[in-house]
């Protein structure tokens, strides 16, 4: 049974993509539990803030990157800060807003999992893509990630389709 406007081969890519991006994301959160004790939302959070000028970004500027909600942000933060590995800082610019850094644990644990994610990443999908396929799938997600209606992370959007290399640093479509 498919759904009712679907064919099944529509119905069948959808499932080859979710299940696949399931299981990527399932075989870094067990590398990564089982070998630095954090869990693939910590290391999103880590590689952001560790990106960032100065270590740091306003709360709300990490949810826009990361496409979380203000309360999961929220909630995952204070997690992270009751383990060491951010801290929060109320922003002297506007007494309302709030900057949250990497710590000293945040580091290390950083330090300790790029190596996992970089062999998970390199053996679970690098490796197996040729390189032209590779940029199929690219174009294809920025494709997918432009028409969805959510608009908070489109810096994100962009900044993914420069390292790709498939657009300018300002979003238009790169030179070839």
Same mark, same amino acid.
């Given at each position: 049974m498919h759904a009712p406007e679907l064919?099944?081969?529509?119905?069948?890519? /959808?499932?080859?993509?979710?299940?696949?991006?399931?299981?990527?994301?399932?075989?870094? &959160?067990?590398?990564?539990? @089982?070998? $630095?004790?954090?869990s693939v939302p910590d290391l999103d959070i880590l590689m952001a803030l560790d990106a960032a000028p100065e270590g740091r970004l306003r709360a709300?500027?990490?949810?826009?990157?990361?496409? /979380? &909600?203000?309360?999961?942000?929220?909630?995952?933060v204070a997690r992270m800060e009751t383990r060491g590995l951010v801290t929060r800082v109320t922003c002297v610019e506007d007494l309302r807003g709030t900057w949250i850094e990497i710590?000293? &644990?945040?580091?290390?644990?950083?330090?300790?999992a790029l190596p996992v994610f970089s062999s998970h990443v390199q053996s679970g999908l690098v490796e197996l893509l040729p390189r032209e396929?590779?940029?199929? $799938?690219?174009? @294809? @997600?920025?494709?997918?990630?432009?028409?969805?209606? @959510?608009?908070?992370?489109?810096? &994100?959007?962009?900044?993914?389709?420069?390292?790709?290399?498939l657009r300018a640093v300002d979003g238009s479509a790169a030179s070839s």
């Open positions: 064919e099944p081969r529509d119905a069948a890519l /959808w499932r080859a993509l979710t299940l696949m991006g399931r299981r990527l994301v399932a075989g870094l &959160e067990q590398r990564l539990q @089982a070998s $630095v004790g954090i709300g500027s990490l949810g826009e990157m990361l496409g /979380w &909600e203000k309360s999961r942000i929220s909630h995952h710590d000293h &644990e945040g580091r290390v644990a950083l330090m300790r396929e590779a940029e199929v $799938v690219g174009r @294809a @997600a920025l494709r997918i990630l432009d028409a969805s209606p @959510a608009t908070s992370c489109k810096a &994100e959007i962009d900044r993914l389709g420069a390292d790709l290399g």
